[in-house]
Nanobody
Framework: QLQLVESGGGLVQPGGSLRLSCAASGFTLDFYAIGWFRQAPGKEREGFSCISSSGARTNYADSVKGRFTTSRDAAKNTVYLQMNNLKPEDTAIYYC????????????????????WGQGTQVTVSS
């Protein structure tokens, strides 16, 4: 069974850090670009970051630029999202998604562009 499994969410104080993991099961992520999405209560899902299958290209929305970093570890078949200086407005359910692509430099953040989705992990930033 092909699936993405996320972990690493939790409750953190403003200014704190968390690292989310997105691990693939049943397939290798080598030819998949990864997108990161989040959905806050009462808001639409937002695609805020992506990393190409090669790992050479990353993009970030202005809302997270300079605070979040995504990376991938091929040996562990896992993609990471390091989140620093977290703010209350970062509170949301966070999802990773995978898109099969032959273009190693492709980076995507539109939901319809993805084939597989993780189950989501809750991130709450509160004092």
């Amino acid at each position: 069974q092909l699936q993405l499994v996320e972990s690493g969410g939790g409750l953190v104080q403003p200014g704190g850090s968390l690292r989310l993991s997105c691990a693939a099961s049943g397939f290798t992520l080598d030819f998949y670009a990864i997108g990161w999405f989040r959905q806050a209560p009462g808001k639409e899902r937002e695609g805020f970051s992506c990393i190409s299958s090669s790992g050479a290209r990353t993009n970030y929305a202005d809302s997270v630029k300079g605070r979040f970093t995504t990376s991938r570890d091929a040996a562990k078949n896992t993609v990471y999202l390091q989140m620093n200086n977290l703010k209350p407005e970062d509170t949301a359910i966070y999802y990773c998604a995978a898109r099969r692509t032959d273009y190693s430099g492709g980076c995507y953040t539109q939901g319809y562009q993805f084939n597989y989705w993780g189950q989501g992990t809750q991130v709450t930033v509160s004092s």
